[in-house]
């Protein structure tokens, strides 16, 4: 297939518009002694200010997010300048969600223990 067929076939994947994601359910285990910390704000980048102001009202339109006051918990955002001039908007989810998340020790098992449990079979 040539790229312009892909597009055409699957042109509403590429119009632009945010789509709502329905199917997937995601649980985050969070530790509440974490959550609760505000952040420092991150300076901008002030020449491409106007372009991160649009962009964010944008985005409140669309529905994609939601204005927040400073001393609500909020994600911080780092602005990329895209190619064609415009600013995507990206979250800085290392410094806020990252430290407040639980993990399972070991959500795969070790290798030492597949061994170990190979070691014992007759039949591969």
Do not use: H
């Not at 952040?39 to 339109?61: D, F």
């Amino acid at each position: 297939m040539s790229l312009p067929e892909i597009l055409d076939n699957y042109k509403d994947a590429f119009e632009g518009t945010l789509w709502e994601m329905e199917v997937v359910e995601v649980k985050l285990q969070l530790k509440w002694e974490v959550c609760s910390r505000s952040l420092k704000i991150c300076p901008g980048l002030y020449t491409i200010r106007p372009k991160v102001e649009a962009e964010l009202e944008r985005l409140v339109n669309l529905g994609a997010s939601e204005p927040v006051t400073p001393r609500e918990q909020a994600i911080p955002i780092i602005p990329v300048l895209k190619t064609d001039g415009t600013v995507r908007i990206c979250g800085d989810f290392k410094l806020a969600v990252q430290p407040a998340l639980t993990y399972d020790q070991y959500p795969l098992p070790l290798i030492e223990d597949v061994f170990s449990d190979l070691e014992r079979g007759k039949k591969f």
